[in-house]
Each structure stands twice: as C-alpha cells, then as structure tokens.
C-alpha cells in the first residue's frame, strides 16, 4: 500500500530538548511538506522541499529545521528555540510538477511539551 | 493579504438534513481550491480539487462548487459518519514551483443519528 507515515504518533518533550519527528513517503513524490496545526487555527506551513538536498522555509519555520537526504524521508526537528512547540504536526507530499498537484497526508504527530 | 475564511465554524444537522459550508477567498491568482476532510486526531483525507469557476465534483453525498469568490461542499442527506471537520484550502499562482497551500479554519460538522 502507498502512503505516507510518520512516526511516533505521540510524543512528549521537555523544556529545552530537541526532538525529531519523522515522516516516510513510498509514492515516489518528490516534493514534500511540514504543516503544524493548532486548535482552531488553519494548518500553517513549517518547510517544504521540492527535490532532495533542498528545503525552503515557509510561514512559520523559526525554531524548526529539516533535511532531505532521500527522497522518500523528510524529518522534522523542533528545536529548543521553538517557543511553542505543543501542536500536532502534519507531513505531506505531492508530485510537485504539472498544473494539476495534490497534496496528500500523513497521520500526524501530536508534540506535547512538559 | 490573501485570506481564506470558513464558515460556519461549526454545523449540527440531524441524519438526512441537506446543507452547504462555505468557503470564502480573497486571493489574487487562484491555481486550484482544495477541500479536505480531517477526522479528530488524524490527517487530512483528500476529496477534491477545483480549478476554475463553475466546475463541480461529486463523490457520494458530497458536491463540491466553485466560483469566482467562493466553494461551497453540499452536503446531501448526510449520515453520522459524515461527520468531521472540513478544511478548504487554496493554492496560488503565485506559490510558483512551490504549491504551497493556505488553509482555512475548517468548518466542524456534527450529524446526529
């Protein structure tokens, strides 16, 4: 089955730790994208990567950082920086070419700090 | 500033009870309009995308529309597990190669048995 995965779908943090959270995509997408959503907030872009070995920042990457070693991985650090990291975290990938680019989801991450 | 706004935030109908959510934009150079369905503690499913003015989709008891300001999702006869939260979200000309997407707060939407 193809799909995208990530992993752990809980996690808790303490103050002043950083924590990765993965996410594995088999559908052979080449662009891939962080989402970070909170309660009654729309999902708000973290970082995007179109090709391997690049990323680009989106709305809201500061205390955030990524990499994009294979294709098919694209893990997310949050940082001791991030002031407010307590969200649930969305992976998503997409062809990334055409007119015509869906984005599909992942499971989720949830982040909690304690 | 592009905005994308969804309402109502959140809707009960009774099972059978045929509605609409909306969703509003104000976006310069729209792509395509995506509508989302997102179950409590999971992804965004994927249920359509829209790419210019009077296109409609169909799957099951929903109908997406669009115009040149707003898409609405019908909702026909909807069942209790219909019920979840609904996201719009809209992709600009202007992302370029990056596609990124704007997403609305989502309307809840609760069907009763």
């Known amino acids: 089955d193809g799909g995208i995965t990530q992993s752990p779908k809980y996690l808790f943090r303490k103050e002043g730790q950083n924590v990765t959270l993965s996410c594995e995509q088999n559908l052979n997408h080449d662009a891939m994208y962080w989402y970070r959503q909170d309660p009654g907030q729309g999902l708000r872009l973290i970082y995007y990567s179109q090709i391997v070995n690049d990323f680009q920042k989106g709305d809201i990457a500061e205390g955030y950082s990524v990499s994009r070693e294979k294709k098919e991985s694209f893990p997310l650090t949050v940082t001791s920086a991030q002031k407010n990291p307590t969200a649930f975290y969305l992976c998503?990938?997409?062809?990334?070419?055409?007119?015509?680019?869906?984005?599909?989801f992942g499971p989720g991450t949830r982040l909690t700090v304690l | 500033e592009d905005q994308v706004t969804q309402s109502p935030e959140a809707l009960r109908l009774q099972e059978g009870e045929s509605s609409s959510l909306n969703c509003s934009y104000t976006?310069?150079?729209?792509?395509?309009l995506f509508w989302y369905r997102q179950d409590p503690g999971k992804g965004p499913e994927f249920l359509f995308t829209l790419y210019s003015a009077g296109e409609e989709k169909e799957k099951e008891r929903l109908k997406a529309t669009l115009t040149k300001k707003e898409s609405f999702l019908h909702i026909t006869a909807p069942k209790p597990e219909d019920s979840a939260t609904y996201l719009c979200?809209?992709?600009?000309?202007?992302?370029?190669?990056?596609?990124?997407?704007?997403f609305g707060s989502g309307t809840q939407l609760t069907v009763l048995p």
């Open positions: 998503a990938s997409s062809m990334g070419q055409g007119l015509r680019d869906t984005q599909y």
């Open positions: 979200a809209v992709q600009l000309f202007s992302s370029g190669s990056a596609r990124q997407l704007t």
């Open positions: 976006v310069s150079g729209l792509r395509g």
